[in-house]
């Protein structure tokens, strides 16, 4: 059996981290995976790091798209993507999450029946503002199977007509949902230990006997807007005379906050010893200092839910969240970039650590079920 891996993104590529482990150890005489990189992605410490540091293969290919517009962006992937396919003919096509080169992907594929697999299915946001909103639509309703990491997310599915009981053969007008755990679990718990052996993050920001938040932002809806941008590091100046924040800043906010965010902020940011700004960190780095810290503030999907799986009470800088489950079971608040309500939430997890966080996203093998069932529906192939 053949397939076709789109990765592009940062946490698309820390997933196929654990699809292509769970291949190695039990499928590789089975299953003969290509990885298609979109290049969406591209400074070493957003993409190359994750290859070098998860042991996922080098990309087969890998189409540099870069940083464009939404349109531009997907249409040069959608391209590169569907030329691959007619070369590659794989049985069935693997996609990840909700990004643009989701999309190319889910588009390029449909297109020419190559039938999709869905990792992360069914997860909503109710924002179509949200540009993954629409990505996550979109590519659902092009797939053969949804693998849904939560309950939620097979249930709204559900709400959108999906057939839940059926029977094969399975196709893109009768697609197969599963509910099935999260692949992000798997490898939080497969590379825990890894990380405090492999990295010495906590000790060279001296933070070994230091309680620190962690923080990261990325969404365009907080850093391309001045006033909501604005907010949040209002709050993080506050924090900073309480606990110490640690920022690894995306890229794009990188840029940004010298643009949105006025002199005086800047220097009360730049210059704050209770903030340490720093680059992106590898995911083995970023487990470690989940681990350590007090308590977690993002916008980020992948940080909001490792939050958990580290038992971390989590502030989410939006207004809704996808992973609803985190919000009712107490452990998540949503804040927005609301300057008071991070505030309060802060002063509500100081008061009321939680202690309690119920198994949601599955055993931490979901690549495995994810991997039987694939084989099932779709070996007609041998290698
Ligand atoms: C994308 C995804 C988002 C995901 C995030 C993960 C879409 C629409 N958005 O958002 O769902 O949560 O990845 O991190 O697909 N940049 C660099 N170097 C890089 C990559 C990006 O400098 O290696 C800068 C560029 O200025 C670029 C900006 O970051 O314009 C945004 O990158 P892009 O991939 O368009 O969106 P993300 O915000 O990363
Ligand atoms: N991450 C990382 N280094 C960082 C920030 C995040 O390795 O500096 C990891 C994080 O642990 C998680 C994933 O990247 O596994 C989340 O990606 P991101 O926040 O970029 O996107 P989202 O999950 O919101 O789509």
């Given at each position: 059996?053949?397939?076709?891996?789109?990765?592009?993104?940062?946490?698309?590529?820390?997933?196929?981290?654990?699809?292509?482990?769970?291949?190695?150890?039990?499928?590789?005489?089975?299953?003969?995976?290509?990885?298609?990189?979109?290049?969406?992605?591209?400074?070493?410490?957003?993409?190359?790091?994750?290859?070098?540091?998860?042991?996922?293969?080098?990309?087969?290919?890998?189409?540099?798209?870069?940083?464009?517009?939404?349109?531009?962006?997907?249409?040069?992937?959608?391209?590169?993507?569907?030329?691959?396919?007619?070369?590659?003919?794989?049985?069935?096509?693997?996609?990840?999450?909700?990004?643009?080169?989701?999309?190319?992907?889910?588009?390029?594929?449909?297109?020419?029946?190559?039938?999709?697999?869905?990792?992360?299915?069914?997860?909503?946001?109710?924002?179509?503002?949200?540009?993954?909103?629409?990505?996550?639509?979109?590519?659902?309703?092009?797939?053969?199977?949804?693998?849904?990491?939560?309950?939620?997310?097979?249930?709204?599915?559900?709400?959108?007509?999906?057939?839940?009981?059926?029977?094969?053969?399975?196709?893109?007008?009768?697609?197969?949902?599963?509910?099935?755990?999260?692949?992000?679990?798997?490898?939080?718990?497969?590379?825990?230990?890894?990380?405090?052996?492999?990295?010495?993050i906590i000790?060279r920001l001296e933070l070994a006997d230091k309680p620190f938040i962690l923080a990261t932002i990325?969404?365009?809806?907080n850093?391309?807007?001045p006033e909501r941008l604005c907010a949040i590091f209002k709050a993080f100046i506050r924090l900073s005379k309480d606990c110490h924040v640690v920022l690894p800043l995306?890229?794009?906010t990188s840029?940004?906050l010298k643009?949105n965010l006025n002199e005086e902020l800047q220097k009360q940011i730049f210059n704050n010893p209770g903030i340490s700004l720093i680059?992106?960190?590898?995911?083995?780095?970023?487990?470690?200092l989940e681990?350590h810290a007090q308590l977690v503030m993002t916008d980020?999907?992948?940080v909001?839910?490792?939050a958990?799986?580290?038992?971390k009470p989590c502030i989410i800088l939006?207004?809704?969240?996808?992973?609803?489950?985190?919000?009712?079971?107490?452990?998540a608040i949503?804040a927005d970039a609301d300057e008071n309500h991070i505030m309060e939430a802060w002063q509500h997890f100081k008061d009321n650590p939680p202690?309690?966080?119920?198994?949601?996203?599955?055993?931490?093998?979901?690549?495995?079920?994810?991997?039987?069932?694939?084989?099932?529906?779709?070996?007609?192939?041998?290698?």
């Amino acid at each position: 059996m053949k397939l076709v891996t789109i990765i592009g993104a940062r946490p698309q590529i820390i997933k196929a981290a654990a699809l292509s482990r769970a291949i190695r150890n039990h499928y590789s005489d089975k299953i003969q995976e290509i990885i298609v990189h979109t290049g969406q992605h591209y400074d070493d410490n957003m993409s190359q790091v994750f290859f070098d540091e998860l042991q996922i293969p080098r990309p087969d290919y890998n189409l540099h798209v870069g940083s464009a517009s939404h349109g531009v962006q997907t249409a040069r992937m959608t391209e590169g993507i569907e030329a691959l396919l007619i070369k590659e003919q794989p049985d069935f096509i693997v996609l990840y999450g909700d990004t643009n080169s989701t999309l190319a992907g889910a588009v390029a594929a449909a297109k020419i029946h190559v039938p999709i697999v869905h990792i992360e299915a069914g997860l909503r946001s109710f924002n179509k503002a949200m540009p993954e909103e629409i990505n996550r639509i979109v590519c659902d309703h092009c797939s053969t199977l949804l693998f849904s990491p939560t309950k939620a997310g097979f249930e709204n599915l559900k709400r959108e007509g999906f057939p839940i009981d059926n029977e094969p053969p399975y196709t893109i007008d009768n697609p197969k949902v599963f509910h099935c755990g999260d692949i992000m679990y798997d490898n939080s718990l497969y590379f825990a230990n890894i990380a405090e052996e492999k990295t010495d993050i906590i000790q060279r920001l001296e933070l070994a006997d230091k309680p620190f938040i962690l923080a990261t932002i990325h969404r365009d809806s907080n850093t391309d807007h001045p006033e909501r941008l604005c907010a949040i590091f209002k709050a993080f100046i506050r924090l900073s005379k309480d606990c110490h924040v640690v920022l690894p800043l995306h890229p794009r906010t990188s840029k940004l906050l010298k643009v949105n965010l006025n002199e005086e902020l800047q220097k009360q940011i730049f210059n704050n010893p209770g903030i340490s700004l720093i680059p992106p960190v590898s995911f083995l780095e970023m487990i470690a200092l989940e681990r350590h810290a007090q308590l977690v503030m993002t916008d980020s999907g992948g940080v909001q839910k490792e939050a958990y799986f580290f038992q971390k009470p989590c502030i989410i800088l939006r207004p809704e969240t996808e992973w609803v489950e985190i919000v009712q079971t107490g452990n998540a608040i949503l804040a927005d970039a609301d300057e008071n309500h991070i505030m309060e939430a802060w002063q509500h997890f100081k008061d009321n650590p939680p202690t309690a966080f119920p198994e949601i996203f599955g055993d931490g093998h979901a690549a495995e079920f994810m991997l039987e069932r694939m084989l099932e529906i779709f070996s007609r192939k041998t290698l």
